[in-house]
């Protein structure tokens, strides 16, 4: 089955994201930063970012998938 | 406390209102256990942000937010990541569920399993797994019911009074079955969800500009992260969030949410409408939790912070609200534990033995849902100091059906034998581990008992996958099973014929 470009940015997207959120390294290390950063500390903008990018990645997947006609019967 | 109580019955009357209007269909098993697949995106969503955010969420969580700061944000991480697993998942069991008309979890391990035993065995574990969070949930409401009784009602006297409200609701749970839950879900989760959203980005915005509590005024240590060195364990996050994310589907109650959709667009759909509302609501709770933990009227009752900011902030109105928010969010919860267990006793443990008719399959069901409501808050009544650990027992245990669900779903060479063995070693080693260290291991560096036992899980599936082969016809099953997802294209299985082609399991 041939596979759009969109599908493997969607899958490569979920697993970075898994990466991210699971990683420990990563998350000690933005543990470790103590300045806050317009206002808001480390540890809350990884949690963020993370959770905006897994958001991210199910709106890209839904709307590339209706793109392509997926849901179509 | 007319005011507080008014609000809630209002609350409640709108909700008896619309329960009353459904029809009540019995006119098969489907429709009674997964509402004859016949919901859209917009009920799917709500249906399952009300079962997934119980109303726990607002004082369990809201209260760790407030006292331990930055580490409660791992709910927000791992129930985002349960969306892409239910994104990834929703074609092949939608599919596998309307073809081969499976109504429970079990039934689906059966169907890719081939087993019968296998279906008792995963209905036990979520069964027994599920009642210590429904007596907790009931609890709650007990809680809730004494704060917004304003101190006239003990605590035993609103527990009692919390377990006699959702007793009452659960008659039309039972009456109605799952159109009840998911069409009551999409109200209590506009209500808790939406309104609960609009009520805590409210309460931030108090608490910022009335009371200056910003993330600068908040202690250093309540944005740290465990890690190496520190008294949780360097894996600790990560544990939470691995188990949190591959746990919250093994719940029969959440997984069931997979077969109530009219088709694949409509629960991807779901998906991406659920996303952002889930990311808003826990996002806004957890900051209010951790600005509002900085309320001198908080102090040690972390755990009613959301009451205690709401009443400081509006009043009793205020107050009245957050109650009914609570409530809303605790009768998704609730009622989905119920409806979910009266399904499976009738359909994967009596089913399973017995040749039942839908009238037979129903009357089990209703009354397997009504012995639990008594069951529960009977229990809900009683002083039980341990139950918060049987029920953290109880997660560590369930997660175990993971690895046979989610390589089941996604890996044709899995076999019955490395499925049964793997979650039941998995969920006697994690059991096991944790009675003997209560939560915390000591060597596991912050591993919970349950990671642990789903690590050796997996590779007792693994091993037995690659060990022992499927015979040529099982294999042929198996790869049919697959193909017919492969090869599909749109919502619904385009071939047909290939339902009599693949044998399901039957009862």
Redesign the interface.
Known sequence: ?NRSIHFYIAHIW?LI??FA????PL??E???Y?E?IF??????IY??S???S??L???Y??WY?TLA????? | MMITFGIMFLFFAGLIVILQKIKVDDKSFTNYAVGDRSFGARYQAMSFLNTWYPGAMFTAFGGMAAASGIISFYVLSYSLLTVVLMYMMAKPVWMWGKAFDLKTQPDLFSLRYNSKHIRTIAAIIGIISGIPWLILGMQALGEMFRYISLGSMSFSQAVIFGVIVIAIRQIWTVRIGMRGVVISDFYQGIVAYILGTAMLIGLIVWLVMSKGITFASLDAAKFVIPGPGSQEGPLFLFSLILTGALGGWCWPYIFVRLFTSNGVHSLKKSAALAIPLSLVFCTALLIFGMLAGNLPSVGENVNDVWFIASQEAGGLVLLGLAGAVLLAASMGHIDGNIQATGSQIANDLVGNYFNLDTRQLIYISKIGMLGLTLLSSWLSCMELPALFSLAVLAYQGIIQLAVPQFLGIFWKRGNKYGAILSMSVGFIVAVSLELLYHGTLPWAYGLTSGAIALGLNVVIYVLAAYLIPQDASEKKRVNDLFEMVSKAKGSAPSHKGQVNIISAPKH
């Open positions: 089955m979920f994201n898994a959120c699971l990683y420990p998350y000690w933005v543990s470790n103590s806050l206002g808001f500390p480390a540890s809350f949690f963020m993370t959770a905006l897994v958001t990645s199910v709106l997947s839904f998938e006609g997926e849901f179509q019967s």
